[in-house]
């Protein structure tokens, strides 16, 4: 029997009378690297708490390697490793200290598992005599991943890793978990970064409790995007003023250095590059380009408001 | 004479560690202002200083007109800062917030009165006047929290990453309050790990280990680095894989 190694059936959590997860489901096989993408508050961390054993559902079934996540978690815990969003370190302990001590508790020695860690336990080498508390952002968030990969776990549940980080930290982080797939660890990993959905075999896109949809990132973008008309001029500001405004457009957003704009049935790309000019708008350049993952989610997030 | 900011070979050690090394930078008054850079390479503290709450080792900065080293509370009482990790009390109302934060900068209790009833209806968000903070969705403790930091209408706002685990809709809506308050001629002087946001900056700055690599628009710094997107010329500098362009002395 082909059993996926984290599977979910309806699961709801609720927190009062706030409903963080509203009944999702989802299965990821052995060896994916699976992308939860969603902005703080879609239920994101919820969903890894519950999976991690820490936090019982309300309703719904999880099942982890096969086990429950409530009637097994014993069984789960040693399998699975959990690098939350908040720093969870000791810091009053050392770099080598917390290694250490996350190995012990799993009954596991850092020399055994050294393998798994050392590309990027390599980084933090030079610190390891230091406090956690002491350590830059990304220095922490390498040493988070290492602590929950010590003890050998055939899952990982990481919770935005990358918030906060900067764009090579955020790369090289990527680079490592891509890795860690290779040697055949399944991961589920969240993020509000839409633009690292593409780094991800598969993807949830997250908002409000549910799941908007889930599938690999070109299949989310073929199912759900339109072709965009990315725009941009000598005046950025007064060209998305002016974009919205026209009757050509449906909605129009910043994109970096271009805007991106959702065009109405029927208009011509020609005739609205004429318009913004007729407006006193120069260097006017309109090109259809391909919708991505965060195109995505803005017509999501429209449609639903 | 019209800067908001302007720094003289500004440096902060921390014993035998150089966090920033000689600073030279002048931003223009209702300019927005990016300062980019990798964790560690010295943004936070760099901020620091010119906020105020952390004395140069060396060096000049002089901000919102007054000396960072010698009148570091002038410099508090012009400024408005905003950070993504602190912002608001979750456990008082939304009118409380405002008012606890106009009351520390003094300003009149009819003012203040005056100008929150003025904000919430600018940010239509007027029945959210009697909520708590807390129970706010994370996009619009993110825009009020802006509004805060703006309320005593300050020379110059900082914000340190504010728009960090925001959605995709929420984070634009929050550039465009950034392109009103500029407009309104408050400088901006903003970092962020969202690449696609340096481009809406005016000018960018690119701090590698504690120095400026790169000043200048978004357009010439892709220009001279011969790249497609503000991204790709910090991932170069950041690097090393381009030697700095902007050199202080």
Known sequence: MNMAT????????????????????????????????????????????????????????????????????????????????????????????????????????????????????????????????????????????????????????????????????????????????????????????????????????????????????????????????????????????????????????????????????GASLARLREAMEALGHREVEIRETPPCIEDCFIRFASCQA | MDNAITTESLTKRFGTFTAVDRLTIEVKRGEIFGFLGANGAGKTTAMRVLCGLSKPTSGRAIVAGHDVAARPDSVKRRIGYMSQRFSLYGELKVWENIRLYAGIYGTPSARIKERSDALLRELDFEEGRDKLVRDLPPGWKQKLAFSVAIFHEPEIVFLDEPTGGVDPVTRRQFWELIYRTAGRGITVFVTTHYMDEAEYCDRVSIMVDGRIAALDSPRALKERLRVATVDDAFKMLARGDASPLYTNN
């Open chain 1, 6 to 265: 984290v599977e979910i059936d309806g699961i709801v959590k609720r927190f009062g009378t706030v409903e963080a997860l509203r009944g999702v489901s989802l299965s990821v096989s052995r060896g994916e690297l699976f992308g939860l993408i969603g902005p703080d508050g879609a239920g994101k961390s919820t969903l890894l708490r519950v999976l991690a054993t820490l936090l019982p559902a309300d309703g719904g079934k999880a099942r982890v390697e096969g086990m429950d996540v409530e009637k097994e978690y014993r069984q789960i815990r040693p399998r699975v490793g959990y690098m939350p969003a908040r720093f969870s370190l000791y810091p009053d302990l050392t770099v080598e200290e917390n290694l250490q001590l996350f190995a012990t508790v799993f009954h596991a020695t850092v020399e055994e598992n050294y393998a798994l860690v050392r590309e990027i336990y390599e980084h933090l080498l030079p610190f390891k005599k230091r406090r956690a508390a002491a350590l830059s952002g990304g220095m922490k968030q390498k040493l988070a991943l290492c602590c929950a990969l010590i003890h050998a776990p055939s899952v990982l549940f990481l919770d935005e890793p990358t918030t906060g980080v900067d764009p090579v930290s955020r790369e090289e982080f990527w680079r490592v978990l891509g890795a860690l797939k290779r040697r055949g660890i399944t991961i589920l990993v969240s993020t509000p970064y839409m633009d690292e959905a593409r780094l991800c075999d598969r993807v949830a896109l997250v908002r409000a409790g549910r799941f908007l949809d889930t599938g690999t990132p070109t299949e989310i973008v073929e199912r759900h995007g339109r072709m965009i008309w990315a725009a941009r001029g000598h005046d950025m500001p007064a060209l998305l003023a002016d974009l919205r405004a026209h009757p050509f457009v449906e909605s129009c957003f910043a994109f970096g250095d271009w805007h991106h704009a959702t065009p109405s049935p």
